[in-house]
């Protein structure tokens, strides 16, 4: 678990409610803790409401897990590849994550679920917003790990200041995101669209030719 205030770098602010704590995920330690959760639910490529199958490969851990297919996007107690419950979440991650929150100034942060998200090159997450959590005043915590990503959020308050002009006013705000680096979103940019650019190969001694990104929420 990380010591708080230990991060290599300062937060970095990028919208309200949009906090980057470079480098405060130790890698190494998740790797053994994803690799076991990965034998337990392996990945998988969803598909989409539409048919249309991930780029990203995923599973979850934790009392809930994100799913998508021919139904659309929900959360699960069982992951229906298995028919079994997801893994437990394991303390390292769940404490991670409180305690990323707890310094973006949100306390009490109790996720109950974690989605593992796994791009090789070539793959993207298309702009979406997380909206199948149900309690929103909670937020959102992510952590990059492996090959360099970059990541972007739509300034929506931007576009709710000038309504007359709403598609000139929508701004996609680039975050460059390396192995360790978390991302906490709540508050104001809780709601705010976000994606995954199409992964540039990359090469990273412990994931090798992959980015990983654990999404913390509470969900249920
Ligand atoms: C997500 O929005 O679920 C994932 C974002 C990321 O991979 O950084
Ligand atoms: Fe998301």
Redesign the pocket.
């Known amino acids: 678990m990380a010591e708080l205030g230990q991060f290599w770098s300062d937060p970095v602010e990028i919208i309200d409610g949009m906090r980057l704590l470079p480098g405060f995920a130790d890698s190494q330690s998740l790797f053994t803790e994803i690799q076991a959760l990965c034998l337990q639910s392996p990945l998988r490529h969803m598909q989409t409401m539409r048919g249309y199958t991930m780029s990203?490969a995923m599973t979850n851990c934790g009392d809930l897990g994100?799913v998508s297919d021919k139904q659309g996007y929900r959360y699960s107690a069982i992951d229906p590849e298995s028919g079994v419950p997801w893994p437990a979440m394991p303390m390292a991650l769940s404490s991670l994550a409180h305690d990323a929150a707890q310094l973006s100034g949100f306390d009490n942060f109790k996720p109950d679920a974690c989605?593992i998200?796994r791009?090789v090159p070539g793959a993207q997450?298309g702009a979406?917003q997380?909206r199948n959590e149900r309690d929103r005043t909670q937020p959102?915590v992510?952590v990059?790990l492996g090959i360099p990503?970059r990541?972007f959020v739509m300034n929506e308050s931007v576009q709710a200041g000038i309504r007359d002009s709403v598609q000139a006013s929508k701004k996609s705000i680039p975050v460059d995101?390396s192995d360790g680096d978390v991302?906490v979103f709540g508050g104001a940019a809780r709601m705010c669209s976000?994606?995954?650019r199409k992964l540039k190969s990359g090469y990273h001694p412990l994931w090798g030719e992959a980015?990983w990104?654990l999404?913390f929420r509470c969900a249920g």
């Open positions: 990203v994100w989605l998200n791009y997450m979406h997380d959102i992510s990059s990503a990541f995101l991302v976000h994606g995954v980015r990104n999404t």
